[in-house]
T-cell receptor, first 113, second 117 residues
């Protein structure tokens, strides 16, 4: 089955810096890669996703890149703000409604003011 | 606009008790899931369901069962609660989708923090 590794487990940055979280996956058939943000005491929420037919997707200060050959994808947050502090989870699945995503173990991002 | 509702935010139960965790979604999603979340271990899938009255084991089903009698409701049952089942439990739902029509992302509930003493 699919295996998703996520690094780092903890990331501490200063406000305004960039943050990068990296994930690797094992199943070359995976083609859908969502990212979830979970603020303290709240539910995980989908913040951005990418399908395997594109290499990069941006939404304001966040972007996701995908390297299918190397089987890794990354979340990039620019101009970090304290409200970006949260646990971020990556996931990989074969897409389609019936496939179950495999999650990474999460990255705790701390943005210091 | 809460779309996935878990009945309890916090629960404290005694060892050996039978525990029911309830989850209701109002998005007419076919798929529903139960995860437990533990520090350093991420989200681990316990059970999921593609449709009413059907269920599939996830990665860690031991000690749990589920029930899906109606499309909108998915219940997680701890047959005999043990201290190692102390955890945060997250319910999620997802549209089945067809072909390449998005989205395929989950909508999560707010979680139930269960403590077994």
């Amino acid at each position: 089955g699919e295996n998703v590794e996520q690094h780092p487990s903890t990331l501490s940055v200063q406000e305004g810096d960039s943050a990068v979280i990296k994930c690797t996956y094992s199943d070359s058939a995976s083609n859908y890669f969502p990212w979830y943000k979970q603020e303290l005491g709240k539910r995980p929420q989908l913040i951005i996703d990418i399908r395997s037919n594109v290499g990069e997707k941006k939404d304001q200060r966040i972007a996701v890149t995908l390297n299918k050959t190397a089987k890794h994808f990354s979340l990039h947050i620019t101009e970090t703000q304290p409200e970006d502090s949260a646990v971020y989870f990556c996931a990989a699945s074969k897409g389609g409604g019936s496939y179950i995503p495999t999650f990474g173990r999460g990255t705790s991002l701390i943005v210091h003011p | 606009d809460v779309k996935v509702t878990q009945s309890s935010r916090y629960l404290v139960k005694r060892t050996g008790e039978k525990v029911f965790l309830e989850c209701v979604q109002d998005m007419d999603h076919e798929n529903m899931f139960w995860y437990r979340q533990d520090p350093g271990l991420g989200l681990r899938l316990i059970y999921f369901s593609y449709d009413v009255k059907m269920k599939e084991k996830g990665d860690i089903p031991e000690g749990y069962s589920v029930s899906r009698e109606k499309k909108e409701r998915f219940s997680l049952i701890l047959e005999s609660a043990s201290t190692n089942q102390t955890s945060m439990y997250l319910c999620a739902s997802k549209s089945h989708g067809q072909g390449v029509r998005p989205p395929y992302g989950y909508t999560f509930g707010s979680g139930t923090r269960l403590t077994v003493v």
